[in-house]
């Protein structure tokens, strides 16, 4: 017997254990079955399960139990990041609380030390994901640094270099002045905090009486400034524009240059240009030849291009020693309090990063990007939702090159080679680079230098789909598992890693790396907040299993993955799932209670009952519905169907259809009804399984003997025939539910005591329909708390305060005066109605605010919009029954 509650706690180790030794997980590239390949994103090895990841594990193993139950030969590819910042600062921190630093351990140590790290205490986030009851083929797992992936990521760069597509070059960066590396833009975080802005009378050579004001919010770096910068068209400054200006502090000479980037409408209408800091300027210095002076080391600290008394200071004391000067020389014209985004470093949120002048290695994206554009516009590739193409298209239309060099020890160090003359060699192996040298410089002794710089994480994940399958070399994993079907991942990396995948991908492959990319939502709080720990209402997906199971979260979030929707999550709503596993374990309990269990003998096809054959076509149109959604990535729809099914369809209607069968004395129908019933379970268990797979494991090996070592994990996806589908029946049965429907609603539209049993008169019903109800009658009494049916002939006198309603040729009669006062119905509809116009009235006043709509939050307006929907829907219902209750 099954036990009276499921225990979730108790089940899902001892399940996940079992399937991991089946064998199941595993692809087969020898087979014959068609394949389905799709690669996990990554999670970083310093990462631990969040919202974001518990929703994208699931949407992936959803699919991955799906297509590997139809048949296909399914390779799921795990793997972790090597997260090049995120791990050494883990590391150095530990350093930190030992009182080392890294330098004190020298590059060969720590390295050695961020490998003991991993080992140990990287990829906890492995365990995490089981939890949620992944099923990837784990023995195939990767690592972006392990050997065979470091083979391709050399092979990559050589390849890339050699074809004048990787170069090297001195441009700006965002620099990290704590960690002296170079940053890509997803390390960044601007955050709005409050600031100053100082306007600097700079003086214009020649003419000692004239200034020309500039506003900053950095004055330490007008130390480099190498012009000031006017709109060609801005007339206060025409005369001024080719003249140079005076440089205060430093006193160099730097020229009045005409450019559009200068807006004559923002502040004096000039503005300072200081190349070597400011990513708009250094574009402003390339177009007019300026000098670019850069006057940071790599601490942010004043270095020698800036006058004797700066040097050594920190930027921020350097601006306070430079306002004083300002001050005292009163060329400070004024100082304005602001509010600006200041850049951070995306990880700690604590330093502060500058744009730096530096010499840095790069990738031609804006030659790569060309056939990776082509391949979505043409649809060799297409996006889920297809709105997330635009933000593709906007990316991959402006590529600018690719930083990829990062001035780091974790991570791929760059091979590249340097000679005592500076020559570069890159190669494959030092050895390959020492013969490239000794060739060119015509004698052997020759002593090479490695570059000490790392590549952006990023360029390691970009191989991601070829790497892990054993590219370079040619293998049958590459034949059969490239290109994957589908990429599931969350819009935040379209441009930093989806982008690069389809690059890398078809440059090197020759093809796209991925048929379909499904952009999943993001997870949010219940009000539409996006969660953070500032706020304090962060999610823990392990807090969530802990309480209410893993199969309730699964469902949950694949309940409300709608498409271009982001998902809502509440606790609330999880308990809601956790409700509906109760139901499920309740219905089988039911079903073993009653002796309707799986009859492998059964044929559905063999039904002859009308109720039976009604659920039979319930069941195959379900999984036509699921199946469907799918194919589509439209999880919601797919979680839907089968959630109504299993509470509505089956619980609530036919279970309930069949107590009065089984309490009768017709031992054919009997036998059937209980040999259909156990078929419907299992088919249950076997078309939820996909969404909760430990609760449908745990009751597929109760509920029936099974051949040893037989799991649902490795059951065929069903397959119906057409001779399952009983049209006439499920017409039959659908007109009783909608009687009971019908009946049941205006009980509860009326306010009907719960307890009261009332009478039906049905008027208009023809013969074959009153056959029907009097076949069903029982059933329908139990189900809509009725005392008596009557047939009543068209034109039948009807009781004073009865309530009518339509249902196809029938007239519902039901005599509720004696049970409700109707006056007093009357007002309390009259009342609810008149506050829902009330509230929908300020709704739409709000919405109809251009102000509010485009200045509060997007999921505010949403959240308005679905009230007023809900409000008007509401509104409609409750004066429907006003109508009937002034017919009455």
């Known amino acids: 017997m099954l036990d009276k509650k499921f225990d979730p706690s108790e089940v899902e180790s001892r399940h996940y254990e079992t399937w991991e030794k089946s064998g199941h997980f595993a692809c087969d590239p020898e087979s014959n079955a068609a394949p389905f390949a799709v690669m996990m ?50 590391v150095e921190r530990q350093l930190d609380g030992e009182g080392v630093h890294r330098r004190d351990l020298g590059r060969e140590e720590f390295v ?51 074809e004048g597509l990787i170069y090297k070059d001195k441009r700006l960066v965002n620099w990290d002045p704590k960690l002296q590396t170079s940053i890509s833009d997803l390390e960044v975080e601007q955050i709005e905090q409050k600031g100053h802005m100082w306007h600097v009378a700079y003086e214009v050579e020649g003419e000692e009486a004239r200034t020309i004001t500039v506003a900053t919010t950095r004055p330490e770096t007008m130390l480099g400034d190498t012009a000031i910068a006017v709109h060609p068209e801005d007339e206060r400054y025409t005369d001024l524009i080719g ?45 007019h030849d ?10 942010a600290r004043i270095n020698e291009n800036a006058p004797q008394e700066y040097q050594g200071l920190d930027r921020f004391e350097a601006r306070k020693k430079i306002l004083a000067e300002l001050e005292e020389q009163e060329i400070l014209v004024k100082v304005d309090k602001i509010k600006h985004s200041v850049p951070y470093d995306e990880k700690s949120k604590s330093v502060i990063i500058e744009p730096y002048l530096t010499d840095q290695w790069y990738v031609d994206t804006p030659t790569l990007a060309k056939p990776a554009l082509e391949a979505v516009r043409t649809g060799k590739t297409t996006f889920h939702p297809k709105q997330y193409e635009n933000m ?83 293998t049958k994993e590459l034949d059969k598992y490239y290109p994957g079907q589908v990429l599931i991942t969350g819009f935040d990396i379209i441009t930093f890693w989806v982008s690069r995948m389809m690059m890398m991908g078809i440059h090197f492959m020759g093809d796209v790396p991925f048929k379909d990319v499904y952009i999943h939502a993001l997870v949010r709080d ?131 259809f069949t107590k009065p069968v089984l309490a009768g004395d017709d031992e054919g129908m009997i036998k059937e009804t209980r040999q259909t019933t156990g ?43 057409d001779e399952l589908k009983a049209p006439d029946s499920a017409k039959e049965i659908a007109q009783i539910v909608d009687i009971i429907g019908e009946i049941r609603s205006i009980r509860s539209d009326m306010n009907v005591p719960v307890s009261a049993k009332i009478t039906l008169m049905l008027e208009g019903a023809s013969a074959d329909q009153q056959d029907k109800v009097a076949q069903y009658r029982s059933v329908i009494s139990q189900m809509a708390r009725l005392e008596k049916v009557e047939f009543l002939k068209k034109g039948s006198e009807v009781p004073k305060g009865a309530i009518k309603t339509v249902l196809g040729e029938m007239t519902l009669i039901l005599p509720i005066a004696d049970l409700i006062d109707l006056d007093q119905e009357r007002a309390r509809l009259k009342k609810e109605i008149s506050k829902l116009e009330k509230d929908i009235a300020e709704i739409s006043k709000k919405l109809g605010n251009e102000k509010f709509v485009s200045n509060a939050p997007k999921e505010v307006v949403e959240e308005q919009k679905s009230r007023q929907a809900q409000s008007q829907n509401t509104k409609e219902k409750l004066a429907q029954a006003l109508e009937q209750l002034d017919a009455a």
């Not at 939820?688 to 745990?698: D, V, Y």
């Open 41 to 90: 994103p990554p999670p970083n090895v310093t990462g631990s399960l969040h919202m974001g990841h518990a929703l994208n594990c699931t949407l992936h193993d959803v699919l991955v139990r799906w297509r590997r139950m139809r048949g296909q030969d399914t390779l799921w590819q795990p793997g972790l990041d090597h997260a090049g910042i995120a791990t050494q600062m883990v």
């Open 112 to 162: 050695k030390r961020v490998w003991q790290w991993k080992e140990e205490s990287g990829g906890t986030i492995v365990g995490q994901q089981k939890r949620m009851g992944s099923t990837p083929d784990w023995e195939r797992s990767r690592f972006t640094m392990d050997e065979g992936l470091s083979k391709a990521v050399k092979k990559v760069f050589v390849t890339l270099y050699r």
């Open 243 to 287: 003249k140079m200006a005076v440089l205060p502090i430093v006193g160099r000479l730097i020229p009045i240059v005409a450019d559009e980037y200068a807006d004559p409408e923002q502040g004096s209408g000039a503005v300072k240009i200081t190349p070597a800091h400011d990513f708009n300027d250094f574009e402003v210095g390339k177009r």
């Open 290 to 299: 300026l000098p670019m002076i850069n006057i940071f080391d790599e601490r």
């Open 392 to 474: 593709y298209f906007q990316w991959m239309e402006n590529q600018l090159p690719w930083c990829i060099s990062r001035q780091l020890w974790w991570g791929h160090q760059i091979p590249a080679w340097y000679d005592t003359e500076g020559n570069i060699y890159v190669a494959a192996s030092e050895e390959e680079a020492l013969a490239e040298a000794k060739d060119k410089l015509g004698r052997v002794d020759v002593e090479l230098t490695q570059d000490p710089d790392v590549l952006d994480t990023w360029f390691s994940s970009a191989l991601w789909p070829f790497s892990t399958l054993g590219w370079p070399e040619k």
């Open 526 to 656: 219940s009000k539409g907040q996006k969660m953070s720990k500032s706020k304090g209402n962060v999610i823990d997906p392990l807090e969530l299993i802990e309480q209410y199971g893993t199969d309730a979260l699964r469902f949950c979030l694949c309940a409300m993955a709608g498409q271009g929707r982001d998902v809502r999550l509440s606790e609330d709503r999880v308990a809601g799932y956790r409700n509906f596993a109760t139901k499920l374990w309740n219905a089988a309990r039911f079903c073993e209670m009653n002796e309707a269990l799986p009859d492998a003998k059964f044929d559905p096809a063999s039904a002859q009952y009308a109720l039976n054959r009604w659920i039979i076509t319930q069941v195959v149109e379900t999984r036509e519905v699921i199946d469907t959604a799918l194919e589509s990535y439209r999880f919601n729809d797919a979680a839907n169907a089968i959630y109504q099914f299993v509470w509505g369809t089956f619980c609530d209607w036919y279970l309930e």
């Open 679 to 721: 078929w419907v379970l299992d088919q249950i268990l076997i078309l939820l399984n996909p969404f909760m797979p430990f609760i449908t494991e745990e009751l597929y090996a109760a509920i029936a003997p099974r051949v040893a070592g037989e799991l649902l994990l490795g059951h065929d996806w069903p397959e119906y025939g």
